[in-house]
């Protein structure tokens, strides 16, 4: 290692203990005779030390009593509208009705019989199982494959998802503006090791092959889709299967409180099993 | 009664919507959630917009806590992106206020090896770091949480919370003076640091 300093975030992570122990003799031995490097270590730990000196800031009392007043206001509001059958019944019902499956397992229709799961990411034949769809407007949920990348970009966010809401409306002529019956090959796993940032609105086809990384069932899928509507009148429009930060996610698009934007949230690939899965806002898209 | 009680009884009754029992929660980890957001967002206003939101939030959302994580790492995970969306909306802004505090702070060789930094001169610091490695470091460095749990309030794997605390350890480093490699301020230190000693002089 004579010769070769050892880079800082290496230093920093021999402090933390985090390397091996081959690294960490390695390191040792450098630091041992390097004062350029023992003098870096120095400063990480005064680093550590400066950090560690600073005092827990507590909440101000002025911005915990407006806290404290905007959620009695709101806690309120939410027991005034469950007693209603307002805001807060939609997740209860979702959350505890029975799911029922078409006999095609791929039409299904969630709690109240407001909201459908579609799939129509292969051509299907048509038949008595299928409905008119109007998206996005109607209380149907639209599941997309998309293996779309999604990031911060709120541009591309937008004009991604608005693609997919449009698409069965302008496939109409095709007969895509139905939904489908999946036929034979009820609620596909996802393959989600197939990798990347692909595609657009061009759907992969899910072999049998399938993935271990995300095999939601169609009640997770509710259950998780649930949490982006609960506590307010939303409705989710459009689930994609895409990616958020190179990581296998569920995208869900529902409205929102401004009639001119869709709220798009995007939720771990796991939301349904893990136990701090909460939605994440990602971006406000005009519809 | 309710005082007594744990988080988990109480997050269980706020889920049928009881406003006290939250009340309680919110009394018990608003400190918390204020030190996260405040150190994330550096600015008060916002800090107290993510908390409102995330504590909004989490009552809205109590029936999908599962008893299975604490609850004060579900509550991390709500914080963190009640923060994360409150950096996204103000990414526009210019952050100018904390470039001046950072060059009025680093300006003066002189003062590479004082032996206290003001809480300021670190706070401006840890404004300079990307979001995502700030929240690492406030999460594991200043709220002490374990790099588990820190794991599952970024939703991240654990092997890249302590990549992203280790970044962000070595760029607050250099940006606090720490090291006598010129601190580039504000340069991304992915290639560290390669010391040249006497060069601050």
């Keep these: 290692?004579?010769?070769?300093?050892?880079?800082?975030?290496?230093?920093?992570?021999?402090?933390?203990?985090?390397?091996?122990?081959?690294?960490?003799?390695?390191?040792?031995?450098?630091?041992?005779?390097?004062?350029?490097?023992?003098?870096?270590?120095?400063?990480?730990?005064?680093?550590?030390?400066?950090?560690?000196?600073?005092?827990?800031?507590?909440?101000?009392?002025?911005?915990?009593?407006?806290?404290?007043?905007?959620?009695?206001?709101?806690?309120?509001?939410?027991?005034?509208?469950?007693?209603?059958?307002?805001?807060?019944?939609?997740?209860?019902?979702?959350?505890?009705?029975?799911?029922?499956?078409?006999?095609?397992?791929?039409v299904l229709v969630v709690a109240l019989g407001v909201t459908f799961f579609v799939t129509r990411d292969k051509p299907g034949r048509s038949g008595a199982d299928v409905t008119t769809a109007s998206a996005p407007e109607a209380d149907v949920l639209v599941v997309e494959h998309s293996g779309?990348?999604?990031?911060?970009?709120?541009?591309?966010?937008?004009?991604?998802?608005?693609?997919?809401?449009?698409?069965?409306?302008?496939?109409?002529?095709?007969?895509?503006?139905?939904?489908?019956?999946?036929?034979?090959t009820p609620t596909p796993p996802q393959d989600f090791s197939a990798g990347g940032t692909g595609g657009g609105a061009e759907a992969p086809v899910a072999g049998p092959k399938s993935a271990k990384s995300l095999q939601l069932t169609t009640m997770d899928q509710a259950a998780c889709v649930a949490t982006t509507t609960s506590g307010s009148d939303a409705k989710a429009l459009l689930v994609d299967y895409g990616f958020y930060d190179g990581q296998p996610a569920l995208i869900v698009v529902t409205t929102d409180q401004n009639p001119d934007k869709l709220s798009v949230f995007i939720l771990k690939a796991d939301c349904a099993t893990n136990p701090v899965s909460i939605p994440y806002l990602v971006a406000r898209v005009d519809r | 009664v309710a005082d007594e009680q744990t988080d988990e009884q109480l997050v269980a009754r706020s889920a049928d919507g009881d406003g006290e029992a939250f009340g309680v929660l919110v009394t018990r980890h608003r400190d918390r959630a204020w030190a996260v957001a405040i150190r994330t967002l550096g600015d008060p206003g916002d800090a107290e917009d993510a908390v409102q939101e995330a504590f909004l939030s989490a009552f809205r959302q109590a029936r999908s806590f599962r008893g299975d994580a604490k609850f004060s790492t579900w509550l991390h995970r709500i914080v963190v992106n009640a923060c994360l969306d409150r950096m996204r909306k103000s990414r526009a802004r210019p952050a100018v206020?904390?470039?001046?505090?950072?060059?009025?702070?680093?300006?003066?060789?002189?003062?590479?090896?004082?032996?206290?930094?003001?809480?300021?001169?670190?706070?401006?610091?840890?404004?300079?770091?990307?979001?995502?490695?700030?929240?690492?470091?406030?999460?594991?460095?200043?709220?002490?949480?374990?790099?588990?749990?820190?794991?599952?309030?970024?939703?991240?794997?654990?092997?890249?919370?302590?990549?992203?605390?280790?970044?962000?350890?070595?760029?607050?480093?250099?940006?606090?003076?720490?090291?006598?490699?010129t601190p580039a301020a504000g340069e991304p230190s992915n290639e560290g640091s390669t010391p040249t000693t006497g060069s601050g002089t």
């Design chain 1, 1 to 106: 290692m004579t010769g070769e300093h050892v880079d800082i975030e290496e230093l920093s992570a021999f402090l933390a203990g985090d390397l091996d122990d081959r690294d960490h003799d390695a390191v040792a031995a450098h630091v041992a005779d390097c004062d350029a490097c023992a003098g870096e270590l120095d400063g990480l730990r005064a680093t550590l030390a400066a950090l560690a000196s600073l005092a827990t800031p507590t909440m101000p009392e002025d911005v915990a009593r407006r806290l404290t007043q905007r959620l009695e206001t709101e806690t309120k509001a939410k027991t005034g509208a469950g007693s209603r059958g307002g805001d807060v019944l939609p997740l209860v019902r979702r959350r505890r009705a029975p799911l029922i499956l078409s006999a095609a397992a791929s």
């Design chain 2, 97 to 181: 206020p904390i470039d001046d505090a950072v060059s009025a702070t680093l300006a003066d060789p002189h003062d590479y090896y004082a032996a206290a930094e003001t809480a300021t001169d670190v706070a401006a610091a840890l404004a300079r770091l990307s979001d995502d490695q700030r929240l690492a470091i406030v999460l594991v460095d200043l709220q002490g949480l374990p790099v588990e749990e820190a794991a599952l309030a970024l939703g991240v794997p654990t092997g890249t919370v302590k990549s992203r605390c280790h970044r962000g350890r070595a760029q607050l480093a250099l940006l606090l003076g720490h090291l006598r490699g």
């Design chain 1, 148 to 184: 779309f990348g999604y990031s911060h970009n709120e541009a591309q966010i937008g004009e991604h998802v608005t693609s997919l809401l449009r698409a069965p409306a302008t496939d109409a002529a095709g007969g895509s503006g139905t939904l489908l019956d999946r036929g034979a």
